[in-house]
């Protein structure tokens, strides 16, 4: 069974600052995907970076990126210059087989201004 | 981009109806949709998957005749809560993959809240 987890139920940046949001997951598989998704207070899911498991750079996108440690199961986000519109849930994702998700518990991010 | 919408958004209903969640791919095919349940400040988790064509494949512990999934068209998956009670008040959530296959982006719809009284 795949687990996910995230250990910052809560985390708080000053805007303009730097955070980095943490995960770590569990999987025998060789094969999957990892994303960082955002929940806004809207409900919408948003889907922020992606990480292919065989693909040992690590994704960026902007001002988001991400720390990637296949051994250890790592998982990190870190979110450069941020902005009072990234303040949401964000969930650590895993995909493995079949298309099937598996999410950490969220971790809540205040951006203050 | 791809879009996935629900629809009702919000729905209130009184125990011991029915209700029905529609989800689409609005502008592309989805052989498979996924549909989550996700409660007040906790995460979500997968309910289903639903296939079109065939039977839903339920996650253990899913009452798969109180949570009756159909997916009778290529851009249409329906959920339908059965006899609703007060505890299944929930934000529900479904998704499809774009047609890329499996290294497409998942899309979610915006939720769907079920509140029963």
């Known amino acids: 069974a795949q687990t996910v987890t995230q250990s910052q139920p809560e985390m708080s940046v000053q805007e303009a600052e730097t955070v980095t949001l943490s995960c770590t997951y569990d999987t025998s598989e060789s094969d999957y995907y990892l994303f960082w998704y955002k929940q806004p207070p809207s409900r919408q899911m948003i889907l922020v970076i992606r990480?292919?498991?065989?693909?040992?750079q690590n994704a960026t996108e902007n001002r988001f990126s991400v720390n990637f440690q296949k051994a250890a199961k790592s998982f990190s986000l870190k979110i450069s210059d941020s902005q009072l519109g990234d303040a949401a849930m964000y969930f650590c994702?895993?995909?493995?087989?079949?298309?099937?998700?598996?999410f950490g518990e969220g971790t809540q991010l205040t951006v203050n201004p | 981009g791809a879009v996935v919408s629900q629809h009702p958004s919000w729905v209130i209903c009184k125990s011991g109806t029915s209700v029905k969640i529609e989800c689409r791919s609005l502008?592309?095919?989805?052989?498979?949709m996924f549909w989550y349940r996700q409660f007040p400040k906790q995460s979500l988790m997968l309910m289903a998957t639903?296939?079109?064509?065939?039977?839903?494949?339920?996650e253990q512990g899913v009452e798969k005749d109180k949570f009756l999934i159909n997916h009778a068209s290529l851009t249409l998956s329906t959920l339908t809560v059965t006899s609703a009670h007060p505890e299944d008040s929930s934000f529900y959530i479904c998704?499809?993959?774009?047609?890329?296959?499996?290294?497409?982006?998942?899309?979610f719809g915006e939720g769907s809240r079920l509140t029963v009284l």
């Open positions: 639903s296939n079109e064509g065939s039977k839903a494949t339920y």
């Open positions: 998704s499809a993959r774009a047609p890329e296959g499996h290294t497409g982006e998942l899309f």
């Open positions: 502008d592309f095919q989805a052989t498979t």
């Open positions: 990480q292919e498991a065989y693909k040992q």
């Open positions: 994702v895993q995909e493995t087989s079949g298309s099937r998700l598996t």
